[in-house]
């Protein structure tokens, strides 16, 4: 594979980025968009605080990538689709989420120069299709060989079983994750397998052309 591949699960308070270069290493720039004490603030300043915090790690892709253009990134976006058939789906929520994505893919092509067509929008139902978070976490865990325990109680999700036997995988990150950080964690990292998937079929398509 010769592509960095960036896998991105947007979020309004954890930050993550899943990345996969070219050798087949893993790693994770992790962050948490921190409110001040005693103030939470409106929506629209929740987004200029995650603002910020996307455009950290997205620096540190920047000081990493050594040709922008060999860069794809594989971002979540929302749809509103399912929300009409389920009731506890709030509207406004998937369209934070929305500016979240646009900020995510903003920040890549401005401090990357990346090109649009090294940017692929993907909705949930394209990389995760209909498993559970509990079944697509796992096997993104054991395609990782990460080894897990089960966390969440009515609404599981693995974790990580040391955080300490993942610092290699950590290296790049901007805060050390806790065990309940990896339900956010573990989504970019399904997405950065799901990209990486599509670019290894995309190389071996124009291999035989």
Known sequence: MKSL???I???LSNMSAAIMDPTGAVYVIFDRVEDPKG????????????TET???IVNVVVEWAVRPEAI???LEDQS????????KINIQDLVTLSHISGIWSGMFSALLWLPHSNIHLITASIWKQQQTKWINQRRTLDSLKISYVKMGGKKPYPAPVSIDDLKGMLNYSLT?????DFLDINDSLGIMLYGWKQEMKHETTTARS
């Open 72 to 74: 794809v990134l594989y």
């Open 80 to 87: 509103t689709a399912h929300a009409k058939r389920e009731q």
């Open 54 to 56: 996307i455009r950290k």
């Open 9 to 11: 699960d947007p979020d």
């Open 5 to 7: 591949i960036v896998g």
């Open 176 to 180: 050390t994750p806790n065990p309940g």
């Open 39 to 50: 103030c939470k603030g409106t929506t629209a300043l929740k987004l200029a605080r995650a």
